[in-house]
């Protein structure tokens, strides 16, 4: 009887390793876990990837970035890989969408159910059993709203002259299409109960003193195809009127189906000078001047918000 104890012992240990052994990550906890980068420092590129200077008449900040959304994360094997033909790592929420549209869009990014993150925060995990084995070389992230500080002068207060280099907050939609409750950039909440296309802004004030009484937010929208959205390769295009910036891992990205630990994915972006607006007065500030059109027309026209550039980095 003893024997055949061990016997039946030995028996169900070795197949407990052969299912191990087997089935690779199916019977682990190793996760993929995604977190963001914001960098000032990397290279500030065009739409078709290249390095890109400012005109003559612009000038750009590099903002204090609080947190920012996604709303799909693709990993893709080759340059030839067709948007959306990768591995689907990331999903948003969406609702469907009624308003009228030049890229027909019938469905909309769900503002009330995105998941933000700041820099070094994680963002998602998921089990590395549901990421197809393959080695991916590129990736693409369809950006949906960025939360930042700038710096701007307010000039030509009534009865109070001007305030130079004040901070203010701004909330930036550049995903497709957004259904949006409210927005609180800062402090102050805006009720918006619309859906917006790319380009939706809203920018909040922070002063202070005798100014607090001018304190609100303003919002508005960007022109169509003004944002930056940086695209490398030529050869497998998006969709127009989205944000999804493609770019490289900076080393290739392999899984096995192996795996017994995480795997940490960076995604830096670029926010070097990605705040850029018209320089009308050729003074390198952002000015918003109340005696030129009130609030809304005295300041110097954005024209872009978009991150400048997308770089994956793997531990």
């Known amino acids: 009887m003893k024997k055949f104890f061990l016997f039946t012992l030995a028996v169900i240990c070795l ?15 190793a996760k993929l876990r995604i977190t963001f980068k914001f960098d000032p420092a990397q290279e500030r590129l065009d739409n078709l990837g290249n390095p890109a200077s400012l005109p003559t008449d612009h000038a750009a900040q590099t903002p204090n970035f609080k947190n920012l959304s996604v709303h799909f994360v693709e990993f893709v094997p080759n340059q030839l890989t067709t948007y959306r033909g990768g591995a689907e790592v990331y999903q948003g929420a969406e609702v469907s969408a009624s308003n009228a549209n030049p890229f027909g869009f019938n469905t909309a990014i769900n503002f009330d159910e995105a998941k933000l993150a700041a820099d070094g925060e994680l963002f998602y995990e998921l089990p590395l059993n549901q990421l197809a084995p393959d080695t991916y070389e590129h990736l693409r992230v369809s950006v949906a709203y960025q939360n930042y500080d700038v710096q701007y002068n307010l000039l030509n207060v009534p009865f109070l002259g001007s305030s130079l280099n004040e901070t203010g907050t701004i909330a930036s939609f550049l995903g497709y299409n957004t259904y ?3 927005i609180q950039p800062n402090a102050l909440t805006e009720e918006v109960n619309a859906f917006k296309l790319q380009g939706f802004w809203a920018f909040e004030t922070a002063l202070s003193g005798n100014l607090s009484a001018y304190n609100d937010v303003y919002s508005g929208d960007a022109p169509q195809g003004a944002t930056t959205v940086v695209n490398p390769f030529p050869n497998s295009g998006v969709p127009p009127g989205t944000c999804v910036v493609a770019g490289s891992f900076a080393s290739p990205l392999t899984i096995t189906g192996n795996e017994t630990e995480d795997v940490e994915v960076t995604l830096s972006f670029s926010i070097n000078n990605s705040f850029e607006w018209i320089d009308s007065n050729s003074n390198g500030s952002w000015d918003i001047d109340l005696d030129n059109g009130g609030p809304n027309g ?4 954005v024209v872009d918000m978009g991150v400048r550039g997308l770089v994956g980095l793997v531990e």
């Not at 197949?15 to 906890?29: F, L, P, Q, Y």
């Not at 005295?298 to 026209?301: L, N, T």
């Open 180 to 182: 949006i409750s409210n």
């Open 298 to 301: 005295g300041i110097e026209p």
């Open 15 to 29: 197949s407990a390793c052969k299912k191990d052994d087997e089935t690779g990550t199916t019977n682990t906890n």
